[in-house]
C-alpha cells in the first residue's frame, strides 16, 4: 500500500481495538506487576468507547477519525494512558489535518507529532521504562524506511518490528515515570504494559495496511 | 452541568482523585473545616462501575468550570493520570473559565485542600492560596517529627503555616502579664502556634509555653512574627493581631518609666533621714513600720521512697497551689478588678507550663526527690529569664520563683504565707503577688519595698488596692513600729517625720487629688488660656473604639487619625467601602468634632504583605510616609477617595505624613484633585495639610505655608530626624527630647510661616501631651494639641493656667537655650511645679 485513506485509517483502528480486546488480560497481567493492574481494563474501555463514537457519528475525514479516537481515550481511559494515548491522537489528527490519503510521510510526520505530544504529557524520556520506549524505536525505524522511499505499509511493518524489540527492551528497565516508578528497582524484571499496548496499536497498523 | 458560583471572589478549588469516594470525602473534610463561602468540587472517580478507580479529564474539566471564579481555581490531585488528565482537561476549558487562571498544585491531597479552603476563605489571592496547600504538611510534620523539623533549615518559612508579623506597641514589651494574654489566647484555638522575635532573629518557640514565649525577650517596638497552623489557624491569627492591636490587654498602662537601676549596688541599709524611691502607686500615708515574716523552707536532698510517688506528690502540689492561687485571684478580683486579676492568671500559666512541669517531672529519679526537682526546675527557668538583657524580662524570674516557693511549700507542708503583725506600713525586700494577695487591705497603710520596680507585680497590686507605694527604696533598717511617711508620688520615705512635715506631704497630697479630680470633671469644657486664645486640645486614635473613647475623655477633636490600622495584619488591602465606612463611623462618634485623618504611614520597618517592597538598609530613611503613597498610587488614590466621601459630610481634613520636598506636596495635591474629580469634586471647606517630621519641610515651611492648609508638627520623628537620635535608645534619651532648641526651632520656623499666610499648626508628637512642653508650644504660636486621650484633662488644666503672652516669652527664651534639660527647667519654674 502506497497511501492510506479513511477506509484504511478506520480498519486500522478497529483492528487495534480488536487486538486490545484480545490481548486486555495480558495488558491487565503486566500492569499487575508493576502498575495497578488496569491497564488492559482501560485500554479495551477506551478503544470500545472510541469504535462507539466512530459508529455513532462517522467521520469526515481521517482527521476527524482521530479526533474522534482522541475525545474517546481522553474520556474513558481514566488510567495515565487515557491522556496520553488521547494527546497522541489528537496530535496526529493535527498533523494530517485536510488530507484525503496519506503517504508514508504523512504517516511518519503524524507519528511524530504524536509521540511529542505525549512526551509533552508525560514528561518521560526514552529508558524510562514506558510507552516512549515502543514509540520511539518506531517512530526510528518508520523514518528510515520512509526515506528509503518504502510505501505505508512497508514502512509501518518496519515500525512494528521495532516497537516490538522497544517493548521487550523495557524488561531490564527501571521505571522512572508512571505509576511503576513507586516500585523503583523491583519494577525492572517486567515488560512495560504501555510499550506493550504501544506495540499493539503498529502491529495492528500492519496488519490492516500490509500487503 | 455548571454550578451557579457560591463564592463571591474566592478563589475556587477542584480535589482530583482516582476514587470518587476519596475526593468527596476530602471535600466533606475540607467544608467542616470552614470555608463556608468556598466553591469547592470533586472530580473522582470514572464512569465505570465495574472498574470505577481513574480519573476522568472531562468531570475534571466541568468541576473547574462549575467553581469558577475570577480569582482562579486551585486544583489538587492525587497521583499519575490524576496529574496529566488535570493538564489535559485544561485544554478543554470552555470560557469563562480560562486556563491561565488554573493552578494545577502539588500539594499533599488532604492536608492541602484543607489548608487551601481555610485560606481561599479570607479571600486570599490564588498564589497565597496555593502556598497555604503547599505548606498544608506541616502541622503532620511537626506533630510526627518535630526534632527533625526544627532540625531542618530546609524547612520553608511558609512550612510553618500561615504568618503574621506584628509589632509589639507594649510600653513594657511582652512581659509576663500581655505574655500570658498572648499563651491563654491561643489555648482557645486548635491550631498550632509559634512565635518568633524578628528583632532579635530568635527560633520560633511553641506559643502555648509561657515561659517560652516570655523568654523571646520581646520589648517595645520588637517586630513578632506569629505562625499557626491547624483547623482554627486563621482564627487564632487574626485573635492575636486583635490582642496586639489592642497592646495585649496592657492599654492602661502609661509610657515605658524608666527602666529599673540596673544591679543597684549593695546600698548600706537606712535607719533615719530621707530614703528616695520610686514612687509606684500615688498617696501619702504615715503609719509604723511593719515587715512580714516569710517561713523558711528547707530543701530536703537525697533519694527519695519512691520516684513515682514522688511525681505524683509534685502533681498534686502543684494543682493545690492552683487553687489557691484561682482563690486569690478571684479575691483580687473582687477587690481591684480584671486588671490587677491577670497576674494571677499569668501564675497560673507558670504551672500549666509543659516546659517547666515536663522538666520538674523529668528531674524526678532515683537521687532526686519532688521538692528538689521542683526547685532545681525553677531555678532553672528563672535564670532563663534573669540572662535576658532586658530588665523587665528579667523581672520576670521573680514570678516563677514566686510560685516555686508557693508549690515548694505545699511539698513541704509549710504555710507559705507571710503575716503582719498588725496594720501599718509594709516594709519588704519585695513582694509576690501571692503575698500581696494574702494581705488585709485594712492592715496595709502603705507598702514600701528594697527591691522593685514600678511595674513590679507588687507595685500594681499596691495601685489596685489605692495604698501608696515606693518601691527601689534600697534596704531599711527601721525598729518594727518606726513610723515612716511614705509619699508614693514624690517615690519617697522619711523615717521618723518631724510633724510639719507629714502636715505639708498630706497638704500636697489633698491638694494634687484635688487638682487631677478638678482637670478630670472640667475635661470636656474648652481649653483657654488665661488671656483668651483657644487651644483645641485632640487626640490621636487609631480606630473606631478609639474615637468614642476621646469623645469620652474630653477631646475638642482628633488631631491624629492613625490609619495604619485597616491595613496592617491582613493579606489584602481594605476596600475603598470598608475604608470609607470605617472612617465615616469614626467621624459620626466624634460627633461633629474634626478630624484629622492622617494617609496610610508606614514603610519598609513594617511591610504590608500585599505589598512587597525590596529590603532597605534603613527604613526610616526609605520608602515610608506619603513616599511609599506615591511609589504606590492605587493604594493613595483609594483612600483619598474614602477620605474625600466622608469629607463631603463630616469636618474631614486630610494629612499627609513624611512629605519632605515640595515637588511630593504637588504631586498628592493633583492626586487630591484627579481623586475628587472622580467623585465628582472636592468638598467645600475641605482641609488639605502635612505632618511636619522632616527637618527640610520646616526649613521650608514659608514655601509650604502658602500652598497647605495646615500643619502638623510629629514631634516624635522631626526630633528623631532633627538629633539623629533614636526615640527608644536609652542611651539618647537626653538628646531625643523634643524640647530640644533645635528642634523648638523649626516649630518656631513652622509657626510663623503659618502665620504669615493664616494657617494654623498642631502638634501631634507626644510633646503635645508633655504639660512642660505645653506653654513652650502654645508660646511658639501652636493651636492644636493632639495626644493620647488619657493626656486630655491634664493638658487642658495646664492651657487654662497659662497666659499665652507669656507663653511666648518663655518659648521666645527657649530658643535661645542650648539644651532640653534647660528649657524643661524654665518650663517649670513657669508652671510652678
Ligand atoms: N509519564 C508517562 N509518560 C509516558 N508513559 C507513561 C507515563 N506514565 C505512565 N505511562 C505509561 O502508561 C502505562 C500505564 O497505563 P495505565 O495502567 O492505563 O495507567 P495508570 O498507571 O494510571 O494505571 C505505563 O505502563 C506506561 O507505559
Ligand atoms: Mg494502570
Given amino acids: 500500500m502506497n497511501s492510506v485513506g479513511l477506509e484504511e485509517v478506520l480498519a486500522w483502528l478497529r483492528e487495534a481495538a480488536a487486538r486490545i480486546e484480545e490481548q486486555k488480560e495480558y495488558l491487565t497481567q503486566l500492569d499487575s506487576a508493576i502498575g495497578d ?41 481514566g488510567g495515565a494512558s487515557g491522556p496520553l494515548y488521547g494527546t497522541m491522537f489528537m496530535e496526529m489528527a493535527k498533523a494530517i489535518d485536510g488530507k484525503e490519503r496519506l503517504e508514508a510521510a504523512d504517516v511518519a510526520a503524524a507519528f511524530r507529532a504524536g509521540i511529542d505530544g505525549i512526551k509533552a504529557r508525560g514528561k518521560a524520556e526514552e529508558g524510562d521504562k514506558t510507552m516512549i520506549d515502543a514509540l520511539e524505536p518506531a517512530y526510528a525505524a518508520l523514518q528510515e524506511a520512509v526515506a528509503s522511499g518504502a510505501g505505508v505499509g512497508e514502512a509501518i511493518a518496519a515500525a512494528a518490528d521495532a516497537a516490538a524489540r522497544g517493548m521487550e527492551a523495557t524488561i531490564p528497565l527501571v521505571a522512572r515515570k508512571g505509576r511503576a516508578s513507586y516500585l523503583g528497582e523491583r519494577s525492572a524484571g517486567h515488560q512495560d504494559p504501555g510499550a506493550t499496548s504501544s506495540h499493539l496499536l503498529l502491529a495492528a497498523a500492519a496488519e490492516a495496511w500490509g500487503s | ?49 465495574e472498574s470505577p478507580i481513574g480519573t476522568d479529564a472531562f468531570a475534571i474539566k466541568e468541576a473547574i468550570e462549575s467553581v469558577w471564579s475570577d480569582d482562579g481555581v486551585l486544583v489538587l490531585m492525587d497521583l499519575g493520570s490524576a496529574i496529566m488528565n488535570a493538564e489535559t482537561a485544561l485544554e478543554f476549558l470552555e470560557p469563562p473559565a480560562d486556563a491561565s487562571r488554573v493552578l494545577l498544585c502539588e500539594a499533599p491531597l488532604v492536608e492541602g485542600t484543607v489548608a487551601a479552603v481555610a485560606t481561599a476563605g479570607i479571600g486570599a489571592s490564588l498564589s497565597e492560596v496555593a502556598a497555604e496547600a503547599r505548606a498544608g504538611l506541616t502541622p503532620k510534620i511537626e506533630h510526627l517529627a518535630p526534632a527533625e523539623a526544627a532540625e531542618s533549615e530546609a524547612t520553608p518559612e511558609v512550612a510553618r503555616g500561615r504568618s503574621i508579623v506584628l509589632r509589639v506597641g507594649n510600653p513594657l514589651g511582652l512581659h509576663l502579664r500581655p505574655a500570658s494574654r498572648l499563651v491563654e489566647t491561643v489555648g482557645r484555638f486548635d491550631a498550632e502556634v509559634r512565635i518568633a522575635n524578628r528583632t532579635t532573629g530568635s527560633d520560633p ?37 486583635d490582642l496586639a492591636a489592642d497592646d495585649f490587654g496592657d492599654r492602661d498602662l502609661p509610657a515605658a518609666p524608666p527602666p529599673p537601676k540596673a544591679e543597684t549596688p549593695a546600698v548600706e541599709p537606712r535607719s533615719e533621714g530621707t530614703v528616695v524611691g520610686v514612687g509606684a502607686s500615688p498617696g501619702v500615708a504615715v503609719g509604723p513600720a511593719r515587715y512580714l515574716r516569710r517561713p523558711a523552707l528547707e530543701v530536703p536532698t537525697g533519694p527519695p521512697a519512691d520516684p513515682e510517688a514522688d511525681r505524683q506528690r509534685l502533681r498534686q502540689a502543684i494543682d493545690a497551689v492552683r487553687a489557691d492561687i484561682e482563690s486569690q485571684r478571684e479575691q483580687v478580683l473582687a477587690r481591684a478588678g480584671e486588671a490587677e486579676a491577670d497576674i494571677f492568671t499569668a501564675h497560673l500559666l507558670i504551672l500549666d507550663d509543659e516546659h517547666l512541669i515536663g522538666s520538674a517531672l523529668e528531674r524526678i529519679g532515683p537521687s532526686t526527690g519532688a521538692a528538689e526537682a521542683w526547685q532545681a526546675a525553677t531555678e532553672a527557668v528563672a535564670d532563663d529569664f534573669r540572662r535576658l538583657e532586658d530588665p523587665y524580662q528579667a523581672q520576670r524570674a521573680d514570678d516563677v520563683e514566686a510560685v516555686g516557693r508557693q508549690v515548694l511549700a505545699r511539698l513541704l507542708g509549710v504555710d507559705p504565707r507571710p503575716r503582719m503583725e498588725a496594720p501599718g506600713v509594709l516594709v519588704a525586700d519585695d513582694l509576690t503577688p501571692g503575698e500581696t494577695a494574702t494581705l488585709d487591705p485594712e492592715m496595709v497603710q502603705a507598702i514600701v519595698t ?73 475635661a470636656a469644657a474648652p481649653a483657654v488660656t488665661t488671656d483668651g486664645v483657644a487651644i483645641e486640645v485632640a487626640a490621636n486614635i487609631g480606630s473606631v473604639e478609639d474615637a468614642r473613647a476621646a469623645v469620652e475623655a474630653g477631646a ?29 463611623q469614626i467621624a459620626e462618634a466624634l460627633g461633629g468634632r474634626p478630624l484629622v485623618l492622617r494617609t496610610l504611614d508606614v514603610g519598609g520597618d513594617k511591610p504590608l504583605p500585599f505589598l512587597p517592597r525590596p529590603p532597605e538598609q ?15 498610587p492605587e493604594l493613595l488614590m483609594s483612600q483619598v477617595r474614602a477620605a474625600l466621601r466622608v469629607a463631603a459630610t463630616h469636618p474631614v481634613r486630610i494629612m499627609f505624613p513624611m512629605v519632605s520636598v515640595l515637588s511630593e506636596w504637588e504631586q498628592v495635591r493633583t492626586m487630591v484633585g484627579e481623586a475628587a474629580e472622580q467623585i465628582g469634586g472636592l468638598p467645600d471647606g475641605l482641609q488639605i495639610g502635612v505632618m511636619v517630621e522632616v527637618p527640610s519641610l520646616a526649613l521650608a515651611a514659608d514655601r509650604f505655608a502658602a500652598v497647605v492648609d495646615f500643619f502638623s508638627i510629629g514631634t516624635n520623628d522631626l526630633t ?91 518659648a521666645a527664651s527657649a530658643l535661645e537655650m542650648t539644651s532640653a534639660e534647660a528649657v524643661r527647667q524654665a518650663a517649670a519654674a513657669f508652671l510652678g511645679t
Fill in chain 1, 37 to 77: 493492574a488496569d491497564h488492559g481494563i482501560n485500554m479495551n474501555r477506551g478503544f470500545k468507547a472510541a469504535l462507539e463514537r466512530l459508529e455513532a457519528n462517522p467521520p469526515e475525514d481521517i482527521a476527524a477519525a482521530l479526533k474522534s479516537v482522541a475525545m474517546a481515550l481522553i474520556g474513558k481511559v
Fill in chain 2, 1 to 49: 452541568m455548571r454550578a451557579e458560583r457560591i463564592g463571591g471572589s474566592l478563589v475556587g478549588i477542584v480535589v482530583v482523585s482516582h476514587s470518587a469516594k476519596l475526593a468527596e470525602g476530602v471535600v466533606e473534610l475540607a467544608r467542616q473545616m470552614g470555608g463556608g463561602d468556598v466553591a469547592l468540587a470533586a472530580a473522582g472517580g470514572i464512569d465505570d462501575p
Fill in chain 2, 205 to 241: 518557640v511553641p506559643a502555648r509555653s509561657l515561659a517560652r514565649v516570655s523568654a523571646l525577650g520581646v520589648r517595645q517596638g520588637h517586630e513578632i512574627e506569629v505562625w499557626a497552623a491547624g483547623p482554627d489557624a486563621d482564627a487564632a491569627l487574626s485573635a492575636i493581631s
Fill in chain 2, 450 to 522: 528594697a527591691a522593685g520596680a514600678p511595674t513590679s507585680h507588687s507595685a500594681i497590686l499596691a495601685r489596685g488596692l489605692g495604698v501608696p507605694a515606693v518601691v527601689a527604696a534600697g534596704p531599711l533598717e527601721v525598729e518594727e513600729g518606726t513610723p515612716l511617711l511614705v509619699d508614693g508620688t514624690a517615690g519617697s520615705v522619711v523615717i521618723d517625720p518631724p510633724p510639719e512635715q507629714v502636715a505639708e506631704a498630706r497638704r500636697r497630697a489633698e491638694e494634687d487629688a484635688r487638682r487631677l479630680e478638678e482637670a478630670r470633671s472640667r
Fill in chain 2, 556 to 584: 475638642d477633636g482628633v488631631g491624629l487619625l492613625r490609619t495604619e490600622f485597616l491595613y496592617l495584619n491582613r493579606t489584602t488591602p481594605p476596600s475603598e467601602e470598608e475604608q470609607e465606612e470605617t472612617y465615616r
Fill in chain 2, 618 to 632: 534603613n527604613p526610616f530613611l526609605g520608602v515610608r510616609g506619603l513616599r511609599l503613597g506615591l511609589a504606590e
Fill in chain 2, 720 to 810: 528623631q530626624y532633627t538629633l539623629a537620635a533614636e526615640r527608644g535608645n536609652p542611651e539618647l534619651a537626653n538628646l531625643a527630647d523634643a524640647l530640644h532648641p533645635s528642634v523648638l526651632s523649626l516649630i518656631d520656623r513652622t509657626c510663623r510661616a503659618a502665620a504669615e499666610h493664616g494657617r494654623w499648626v498642631g502638634v501631634c508628637g507626644e510633646a503635645a501631651g508633655d504639660p512642660l512642653a505645653v506653654p513652650i508650644l502654645v508660646g511658639l504660636g501652636v493651636t492644636e494639641l493632639s495626644m493620647s486621650p488619657v493626656a486630655i484633662a491634664q493638658v487642658k488644666d495646664v492651657v487654662r493656667r497659662i497666659d499665652a503672652s507669656d507663653a511666648r516669652r518663655l
